[in-house]
């Protein structure tokens, strides 16, 4: 297999551990209702767990991939000179935090109670914001440079909050039918009021993405420009599915019962399947040119 599709493959099994760790650990740390926080993170405990430790491990290939990227290929993996070179590189800083990052949430495995839940959740956020500092999001210097970065942060973790917020969502609609159901309908409901917030920053923060690396109006429409298109109609897709979700099918399940809520799961599956799709597509961003 090739070092670029490598680099594609191992950056979407990263996107989607940040994301799962991420979304997970925000429902354990402030979505859920005091009393039922504990059960939601044993609930959620194999999400958390995958999830801290996909995103170290990634991070680690990532970091050996870029090394044969920026080498001649697979035999300079082992080249002590490259990963020096590598190291000293504005992504090799920005990835040595990512590790770090990364193993804060390992560690934080070994704890118990909400000061492991914060820790997963900082870990998360952290490394989702340390992505900014690498890859196109760090194209820019000065004044566009930090609002470039500030901006892609806040694009990468309010995306995770959403689209890592789906798998609790399909979890807690079991415990919708059992005795915690009202502490259930509490966390989803609080989902719902943040999620709004989360989808509107995915939105325009993406707009402001898009300005600062193609302009206004964009010069050009090659292979980035149209695949870029394609992720805003899957994401699109995603938020049409979203307000289905929550203004047609919930309010239904007074009166349709258990085939509401199986119409809802199925939604929501699909939202899940987009946003897979969706971050396919980002990871694939990063060995293109903007223009």
Same mark, same amino acid.
């Given at each position: 297999?090739?070092?670029?599709?490598?680099?594609? #493959?191992?950056?979407?099994?990263?996107?989607?551990?940040?994301?799962?760790?991420?979304?997970?650990? $925000?429902?354990?740390?402030?979505?859920?209702? $005091?009393?039922?926080?504990?059960?939601?993170?044993?609930?959620?405990?194999?999400?958390?767990?995958?999830?801290?430790?996909?995103?170290?491990?990634?991070?680690?290939?990532?970091?050996?991939?870029?090394?044969?990227?920026?080498?001649?290929?697979?035999?300079?993996?082992?080249?002590?000179?490259?990963?020096?070179?590598?190291?000293?590189?504005?992504?090799?800083?920005?990835? %040595?935090?990512? #590790?770090?990052?990364?193993?804060?949430?390992?560690?934080?495995?070994? #704890?118990?109670?909400?000061?492991?839940?914060?820790?997963?959740?900082?870990?998360?956020?952290?490394?989702?914001?340390?992505?900014?500092?690498?890859?196109?999001?760090?194209?820019?210097?000065?004044?566009?440079?930090?609002?470039?970065?500030? /901006?892609?942060?806040?694009?990468?973790?309010?995306?995770?909050?959403?689209?890592?917020?789906?798998?609790?969502?399909?979890? #807690?609609?079991?415990?919708?039918? %059992?005795?915690?159901? /009202?502490?259930?309908?509490?966390?989803?409901?609080?989902?719902?009021?943040?999620?709004?917030?989360?989808?509107?920053?995915?939105?325009?923060?993406?707009?402001? /993405?898009?300005?600062?690396?193609?302009?206004?109006?964009?010069?050009?429409? %090659?292979?980035?420009?149209?695949?870029?298109?394609?992720?805003?109609?899957?994401?699109?897709?995603?938020?049409?599915?979203?307000?289905? /979700?929550?203004?047609?099918?919930?309010?239904?399940?007074?009166?349709?019962?258990?085939?509401?809520?199986?119409?809802?799961?199925?939604?929501?599956?699909?939202?899940?399947?987009?946003?897979?799709?969706?971050?396919?597509?980002?990871?694939?961003?990063?060995?293109?040119?903007? $223009?």
């Amino acid at each position: 297999m090739s070092v670029s599709l490598c680099w594609v #493959l191992c950056r979407w099994l990263h996107f989607m551990a940040l994301l799962t760790l991420t979304g997970a650990s $925000a429902f354990t740390v402030f979505l859920a209702p $005091a009393q039922f926080r504990a059960h939601m993170s044993v609930r959620l405990s194999p999400l958390l767990k995958s999830g801290a430790i996909a995103s170290l491990l990634t991070a680690v290939l990532l970091l050996v991939i870029q090394t044969g990227m920026m080498g001649n290929g697979w035999p300079d993996v082992s080249n002590v000179d490259v990963w020096r070179l590598v190291l000293q590189t504005r992504f090799g800083v920005a990835w %040595q935090w990512q #590790l770090i990052a990364g193993v804060v949430g390992v560690a934080a495995l070994g #704890l118990k109670g909400r000061g492991q839940q914060c820790l997963l959740l900082l870990s998360g956020i952290g490394q989702l914001a340390g992505l900014a500092f690498t890859g196109h999001a760090a194209m820019l210097d000065g004044a566009l440079g930090f609002l470039q970065r500030s /901006n892609h942060a806040v694009h990468l973790i309010s995306a995770a909050f959403w689209a890592g917020g789906l798998l609790p969502v399909l979890l #807690l609609m079991v415990d919708v039918r %059992q005795p915690a159901r /009202n502490d259930a309908i509490h966390t989803l409901m609080r989902f719902s009021r943040y999620g709004h917030l989360a989808v509107a920053l995915v939105l325009l923060s993406g707009v402001v /993405n898009a300005w600062l690396l193609l302009g206004w109006p964009p010069g050009h429409f %090659q292979l980035y420009s149209r695949l870029l298109l394609i992720k805003i109609a899957l994401v699109g897709l995603m938020c049409g599915i979203a307000l289905f /979700n929550r203004y047609w099918l919930v309010p239904s399940f007074k009166h349709s019962g258990e085939q509401g809520q199986r119409r809802f799961i199925q939604a929501t599956l699909a939202e899940l399947l987009l946003a897979a799709i969706v971050l396919l597509l980002v990871s694939l961003f990063a060995t293109l040119e903007p $223009a």
